[in-house]
């Protein structure tokens, strides 16, 4: 079993996208950027990127990944289908992995699991991104499923970004559960507010964790700002 513990700092861009610094290492997690009413950004602002995950080819994951990967000619991620397209496309260093895989870089483990959602090019998928006894799970665009319980137990990720905003992924009582499944110590909500169809209150996702589970901590980030963790 893997140790828990964490030293990362974590910037929301707002939507699904996240900047983490984990050790020497700066990693962009579905970065949309132009064109997105929350974002406070801009491509420019994206130096020293060592690896661009990318959970799925909708354009608000997806989003700029492209343009990101090749400014700093660094490695990108994806579903084997999505990266093969998107090395058509030009992306300079793209890695192709699927469900269950393990990519080792440097002292980075990225490991690609199962995510419940549709895309165009192979299947969605979330990440659990480990360094020595740091660990964090995105779980890009998804319902809640009963083997996130098992992405708990495996790999006991101790922050988890979780989408809340309903219609297109899981809302606030889904959330919820999967909190309960997956047992982390933080809990960063993500997926919501950006356009009106996914308008949720975070907090009332933040009051009834709370109640439930007092001892797994919410972090409601705001938009372009550094924290740690």
Request: hydrophobic letters at 40%; charged letters at 25%.
């Amino acid at each position: 079993m893997f140790t828990r513990g964490m030293l990362m700092e974590i910037k929301w861009l707002s939507h699904s996208g996240f900047l983490l610094k984990i050790g020497d290492k700066k990693i962009v997690i579905d970065p949309w950027i132009k064109n997105n009413p929350l974002s406070k950004c801009k491509i420019d602002d994206m130096k020293n990127i060592d690896l661009v995950l990318v959970t799925h080819d909708h354009m608000d994951h997806l989003g700029d990944s492209i343009e990101i990967a090749n400014k700093n000619r660094c490695k990108l991620i994806g579903i084997y289908e999505l990266s093969k397209y998107l090395k058509e496309k030009g992306v300079e260093q793209t890695i192709g992995m699927n469900i269950g895989g393990t990519v080792k870089i440097d002292d980075l483990e990225i490991i690609m699991v199962q995510a419940f959602h549709s895309s165009h090019l192979g299947v969605p998928v979330g990440y659990v991104i480990r360094r020595k006894t740091e660990s964090a799970y995105h779980a890009g665009d998804t319902g809640v499923f009963y083997d996130m319980k098992l992405i708990g137990e495996l790999y006991e990720p101790k922050v988890v970004f979780l989408p809340i905003g309903g219609h297109f992924t899981m809302g606030i009582m889904e959330a919820i559960k999967a909190v309960e499944l997956i047992k982390p110590k933080i809990v960063i909500p993500m997926h919501y507010n950006t356009f009106p169809l996914i308008k949720v209150d975070p907090n009332n996702f933040k009051d009834i964790v709370y109640k439930k589970m007092p001892e797994i901590k919410v972090i409601i980030p705001e938009i372009n700002k550094w924290f740690k963790v």
